[in-house]
C-alpha cells in the first residue's frame, strides 16, 4: 500500500470511528417519538465507505469498515450503553459490508446510482439490525424509532449526494474491478 493509500485508509478509519461512536451516543437520545439524534449522523459513515469505494477500491474500504468497526465497538463501549454498543457493531458490520459489495457492483453506472443504492440498501439493512437487538424487549418505542431513523438515513442518503459528488471531483476514483472480493 502506498503512502496516498495507507493515509486515505487512516483517514477513513478515523471519520469513521467518530462518526459510529457520535452516533452510538447520540442514538441514546430521542427528539420525538419517531427519531433519536443518531439517525442525523450515523448516515455519514455510508458516505465515508462510499468515497474510500469510489478512491481506493473495495478492498481497502473494507478495511476501513472493519478497523473502523473495532474502533467504534470499543469506544462504543466505553462512552455508551454495552447493549447499543453491541448491536451497533453487528448492524454496523453487516450493513458496510453490503454497502460495499453493492457500491462496487455499480461503480460503472452514473455517478449517483452506486452511492444510493448502497446507502439505502445498507440503511435498511442497519437500521432493521440495530434497533431489533439494541432496543426490543426494553419497553421503548423502538419500532416508531425505526421507521422514523430510516426516514432519516433515507433523506440523508439523497442530501449526501451532493458532497459525494463534490468530493468526487477531488478524489480520484479507482478503475472498476481493481480488485477481487
Known amino acids: 500500500m502506498n503512502d496516498t493509500s495507507l493515509r486515505g485508509v487512516a483517514l477513513g478509519v478515523i471519520a469513521m470511528a ?23 449522523t450515523y448516515p455519514l459513515a455510508f458516505l465515508v465507505t462510499d468515497l ?14 472493519y478497523a473502523g468497526f ?12 454495552a447493549r447499543i454498543a453491541l448491536a451497533s457493531g453487528t448492524a454496523f458490520l453487516v450493513a458496510q459490508l453490503l454497502d460495499v459489495t453493492i457500491f462496487d457492483r455499480l461503480r460503472r453506472a452514473p455517478w449517483w446510482q452506486a ?9 435498511a439493512t442497519d437500521t432493521a439490525l440495530f434497533f431489533s437487538l439494541a432496543f426490543a424487549g426494553t419497553g421503548l418505542p423502538w419500532i ?38
Open 18 to 40: 467518530v462518526v459510529v461512536t457520535a452516533s452510538n451516543i447520540l442514538v441514546q437520545y430521542p427528539v420525538n417519538d419517531w427519531i433519536t439524534w443518531g439517525a442525523f
Open 52 to 65: 474510500t469505494n469510489r478512491a481506493l477500491g473495495p478492498d481497502r474500504a473494507r478495511k476501513v469498515v
Open 70 to 81: 473495532a474502533l467504534a465497538v470499543i469506544l462504543s463501549i466505553l462512552l455508551a450503553d
Open 115 to 123: 452511492p444510493l443504492a448502497s446507502s439505502t440498501l445498507g440503511s
Open 144 to 181: 416508531t424509532w425505526a421507521v422514523g431513523d430510516l426516514g432519516v438515513k433515507l433523506a440523508m442518503a439523497l442530501a449526501l449526494l451532493i458532497p459525494f459528488r463534490a468530493l468526487m471531483t477531488l478524489i480520484p476514483a479507482v478503475r472498476p474491478r481493481e480488485s477481487s472480493a
